[in-house]
């Protein structure tokens, strides 16, 4: 066999940090490269064969990892945060930073993270695109509501965003004057264009054949539907990396932290440490979920009793968790099965 070198990167916009080690920790190279395509190819006919290479989750990183798998042995991504914890030192550079990353990728004491296959991450930027434009669109309706306010206008607020009613407004509205109305004229384009954009986004991710039949069974839950289904697929990516129901509840940061120590014990609401894109639309989607299933408006009348409104919407989520990761894997769709008491002849 012949001997494995390891690599440890520290990536940033401009420039990538490397260290270059045998197995027995000895440097075999150490620099400082551009952080281009071309650069990267011209250092890696430099490098001795075969390596192993690791790097920090950072905005940058996918591009790296898609050119450097396919001439690697193995490649790695270490989380940021434990990673931190590991590496913690007084004096901090780059050149420093990449050596630790490659002692830990050495001594197997790199704490990796899921990276997700390039066709997921592609249509995740595109989804999370569209949720980008959903916020624009709302801040834009907002900014409606508030020029009207502004100028003393009264309007009905349910209609408001209606274009018949929008359009009678701008015509009929004496308190609405030449400057406001092109104000509200040009916002109410961009409400309109921003609308139509994400409609076109959301609908290609839906008819996508690589998501087309996953985001079919996933919404045969109830109060799951195209939005959620998506961003359950494209942010989860693998179901199959989490051991249990529990694990994926706290990537979904549907649990509270815990900071214990001695007699003192600390409990937060909800963990930060969380997939922020899948926690705002399981929690949006329980709000609604009581509506469309009964065992769920149960669930939440039952927690709902206890006091806390909030606290009901989060067992709700908890459950729509259990749902679709238990659809996910069986690769079946949703089904109820009532139980019935029966009682002996």
Known sequence: MQPMYYIGLDVHK????????????AIHAAGMIPATRLDLDRWMKTLPQPWTLAMEATMFTGWIYD??????AALKVAHPLMLRAIAAAKKKNDRIDANKICDCLRCDFLPECYMAPTAIRERRRTLRYRNLLVRQMVQMKIKISSLLM???????????????????LLATNPDINDGLRSLLRVCRETVVRLSKTESALARSLEQDSLLRDRVERLMTIPA?????????????????????????????????AEKSSGNTIQRTPLSKQRNKHLQTTLIEAAKMAPRYSPHLALLYDREKQRGNANRATLAVARKLVAYLVAVDRRQKDFLVMETENQTAA
């Open 224 to 256: 799951v539907g195209p939005i959620t289904a998506l961003t359950w697929a494209l942010e989860v990516g693998d179901v199959k990396r989490f051991s249990s129901i529990r694990k994926a509840i706290s990537y979904c940061g549907l649990c509270g």
């Open 67 to 72: 050119h450097l798998k396919p001439h690697a």
């Open 150 to 168: 502004e100028a003393g206008v009264s309007y009905n607020k349910q209609r408001l965003h209606k274009a018949g009613y929008f359009r009678e």
């Open 14 to 25: 401009r420039t990538i940090s490397y260290c270059v080690k045998d197995a027995s920790g």
